[in-house]
């Protein structure tokens, strides 16, 4: 008797479950890129701008559920291997390939539909972020499987989602407030921040296999569960994660002394929030394998809101005396 024969056939709740709606809270990294363009292009706040977000963070959404639907049925021959994974519905119960790729092509065309209405950009952002989910999780290109560019192409959803938010309130191509000349240019994110957000992220989904490395541990079925895990080490993986967060800090500078002077008082409280991570990181069992057991970290959470509204802060408070500080370095 074959494996799919004495399993149990998947439900709707299955189905829906390998869509992780409970991951869209990953989302909110658009929210930055919100923040961000606002404090630039002072998008008059009015009922439209409310629509234009909301159908922005559901297009998103369900771009990223799509790739979630097709990374879970690919995945589940190696996720058995994962002492967590191990359980997914994907994993413990007969799935239905067609239904899993009607799933994938609905919530991608739904996705790509709501992004086309916020403008061409968004649009392009959409496709790109589902471009990747393609990349990430299909043969022959299957990155995840690339020992260092699993983490460097996944996290590269990080930068897209902060685009995402950006697009949500910069000026779109065509409209009356922007010009079809070079100008255009200038409604594009800063590639500074691009790049740290990119770093940044790369940063946490290191830490993330370092935790799970730990967890499995034992390299023999770590490199069942997952390819690139047949060249890692626990010390590559260390250094990798310093090499990440020393890149998004130091472009993470360039972005704040060229766009907002203001952020650089939000730095130390940034590295703060980098080493406290890591810390969670280097846990036994780390909450940093998953979302939803990070949320268990309550100080670490209730720091990361503090944070986040010391950011908003930041954003839109100027303090005068940071110029003058600049201007006069600059002298030197």
């Given at each position: 008797m074959t494996n799919d024969q004495v399993r149990e056939g998947a439900t709707l709740k299955d189905y829906i479950a390998i869509a992780r709606p409970d991951n869209w809270v990953k989302n909110l990294f658009m929210a930055p890129g919100m923040f961000f363009a606002l404090s630039i292009f002072h998008t008059p706040f009015n009922a439209d701008l409310v629509i234009r977000i909301i159908i922005?963070?559901?297009?998103?959404?369900?771009?990223?559920?799509?790739?979630?639907?097709?990374?879970?049925?690919?995945?589940?021959?190696?996720?058995k291997y994962h002492p967590l994974k191990k359980r997914r519905s994907s994993v413990v119960k007969s799935i239905n390939p067609v239904i899993v790729y009607l799933e994938y092509v609905v919530l991608a065309l739904l996705g790509l539909?709501?992004?086309?209405?916020?403008?061409?950009?968004?649009?392009?952002?959409?496709?790109?972020?589902?471009?990747?989910?393609?990349i990430y999780n299909v043969k022959p290109f299957r990155s995840k499987d690339r020992v260092f560019l699993d983490v460097l192409s996944e996290s590269v959803n990080n930068p897209l989602r902060f685009a995402a938010g950006w697009f949500i309130f910069s000026p779109a191509l065509g409209s009356p407030d922007s010009k079809w000349d070079l100008e255009w240019i200038n409604t594009l994110p800063p590639v500074s921040i691009i790049i740290a957000y990119w770093m940044g992220g790369a940063f946490l989904m290191a830490t993330k296999r370092f935790a799970e490395y730990r967890l499995i541990a034992n390299p023999e079925i770590a490199g069942q569960y997952r390819m690139s895990?047949?060249?890692?080490?626990?010390?590559?993986?260390?250094?990798s994660m310093f090499f990440y967060a020393i890149t998004c800090a130091f472009f993470m500078g360039i972005f704040l002394i060229k766009d907002r002077i203001e952020l650089l008082l939000s730095f130390p409280f940034f590295a703060l929030l980098f080493s406290w991570y890591l810390r969670i990181g280097l846990l036994n069992d780390s909450p940093v394998q998953g979302s939803e057991k990070l949320y268990t970290r309550k100080w670490f959470m209730l720091y990361l809101v503090l944070f986040t509204i010391m950011l908003c802060v930041l954003m839109f408070v100027d303090v005068p005396w940071l110029y003058?500080?600049?201007?006069?370095?600059?002298?030197?």
């Open positions: 922005g963070i559901f297009s998103i959404c369900l771009v990223a559920s799509a790739n979630y639907v097709i990374n879970e049925y690919l995945d589940a021959g190696f996720d539909t709501l992004a086309y209405c916020i403008s061409l950009k968004f649009l392009c952002t959409a496709a790109l972020l589902l471009f990747m989910g393609l895990f047949r060249f890692y080490t626990e010390n590559s993986l260390l250094v003058w500080f600049l201007k006069n370095a600059n002298n030197y």
